[in-house]
């Protein structure tokens, strides 16, 4: 019978076959949504909290260290660095995604609001949505209508109640996260004031956020560059969903529902191993 000391070994040695990896043909994998709540329900109350959801994203963590991809000199894959990167960035967001997926605020998740997650996959698919919904986010930022963002449309944007408005009504088209979109713009709004209210906005800040976008450096974002950060970031998602729906089963039964993986790795993450390729196929042009 499996130990708990060596569940980690079974559950890394799986994990360095499935890795990144599509299901068989024929068989589908559970949702996205589902899947997160088998895995973050890590006590099975059927609810998921915010000190569950911080557990396992550091167990994530570890697990993408224990299936690095490195080159023959020993250095890290560029596709596993930016599978990493993605992931530290959705830890950054968890506590506000999570706030923003809480629809009832009572601190919990439900499978029923987890569901939004997989929508949000869903809709990154061909014809899914999220396409268009960067359309027209691009044509309320770009009020000279030049097909360029500068950095004082986007610091305007910003700083305007009715742009924040618009904006707030064309994700609530395509993610209805409350009852109106009325009330999730006083969600967006929260948001806001929580990081330091629209002032503590300033054109230095969004100049240095468009440098993610801004591919050749021109001090501009233009379609095509949304539409390449949409490809890159768009296909690291659908990856890392792949690799969680695939593992969450296999993560849930050593765990417990996810358990307390995360304090059963006490060493550091062995370095050496590799990873398989990833092959998403997604591509999307805005």
């Known amino acids: 019978m499996a130990t708990r000391r060596n569940l980690p070994l079974l559950l890394l040695a799986a994990s360095a076959n499935i890795s990144y990896a599509q299901p068989p043909p024929g068989k589908q994998t559970a949702p996205l949504g589902d899947v997160l709540h088998q895995v973050l329900d890590s006590n099975k109350d059927s609810f998921v909290t915010n000190a569950e959801v911080k557990a396992q994203i550091s167990m994530l963590e570890l697990l993408f260290d224990q299936s690095a991809d490195y080159d023959d000199e020993g250095r ?36 029923k609001e987890l569901e939004y997650m997989t929508k949000f996959e869903k809709s990154l698919k061909k014809n899914g949505g999220f396409r268009d919904f960067l359309r027209d986010v691009f044509f309320v930022l770009d009020t000279n209508s030049d097909d360029l963002l500068s950095a004082d449309e986007l610091y305007a944007a910003s700083q305007s109640e009715k742009a924040i408005t618009e904006l707030t009504v064309l994700f609530h088209k395509l993610f ?28 230095e800040s969004v100049e240095k956020g468009m440098k993610w976008i801004d591919d050749d450096g021109d001090g501009f974002i233009s379609r095509k560059e949304v539409g390449h950060a949409y490809n890159v970031y768009g296909r690291q998602f659908m990856e890392i969903s792949s690799t969680v729906k695939t593992m969450g089963p296999l993560m849930a039964m050593f765990g417990g529902g996810g358990g307390d993986l995360g304090a059963m790795f006490g060493n550091p993450p062995n370095k050496g191993g590799g990873a398989r390729k990833a092959g998403s196929g997604f591509k999307m042009d805005l």
């Open 176 to 203: 209805p996260l409350r009852a109106t979109a009325a009330d999730l713009e006083k969600f967006v709004k929260k948001t806001i004031d929580s990081l330091g209210g629209a002032e503590s906005i300033d054109k």
């Open 76 to 111: 890290e894959n560029k596709k596993y660095l930016n599978n990493k990167e993605m992931l530290q960035s959705v830890k950054a967001v968890a506590p506000t995604l999570f706030e923003l997926l809480d629809s009832n605020g009572d601190a919990k998740l439900t499978k």
